[in-house]
């Protein structure tokens, strides 16, 4: 059985991964990395870094790799305090459900 992601958990799981990386990540990594916990195709992985570039949650950079250039996702202040924000709503949201879950003694 699988869960859906929406935008505000898909936008947390992104910051969280690229918040991880202080110079910044790479695309294809990130990907990698989101696919570790969840089931997601690079179209739908790449609107999301868009948006949350448009947002002022990452900015971007290139640098050359191999003879090419790779583009750069790296979290900004911005960023960090909608990561936080997310972190608490999640928290909140977990309690209530392992309430329904385990009971009403499940932290």
């Given at each position: 059985?699988?869960?859906?992601?929406?935008?505000?958990?898909m936008?947390?799981?992104?910051?969280?991964?690229?918040?991880?990386?202080?110079?910044g990540t790479y695309g294809y990594k990130i990907t990698q990395d989101v696919r570790s916990v969840?089931?997601?195709?690079?179209?739908?992985?790449?609107?999301?870094?868009?948006?949350?570039?448009?947002?002022?949650?990452?900015?971007?950079?290139?640098q050359e790799f191999g003879g090419r250039n790779r583009r750069?996702?790296?979290?900004?202040?911005?960023?960090?305090?909608?990561?936080?924000?997310h972190l608490c709503d999640w928290q909140d949201y977990k309690t209530k459900i392992d309430r329904v879950f385990y009971g009403e003694e499940a932290e």
């Open positions: 059985m699988a869960f859906t992601t929406g935008t505000a958990m936008d947390a799981i992104v910051l969280s991964v690229v918040g991880k990386e202080p110079e969840i089931e997601v195709s690079e179209s739908t992985l790449y609107p999301v870094l868009r948006r949350l570039q448009k947002d002022g949650c990452l900015e971007t950079y290139d750069y996702y790296k979290i900004t202040p911005g960023g960090t305090e909608r990561l936080q924000a």
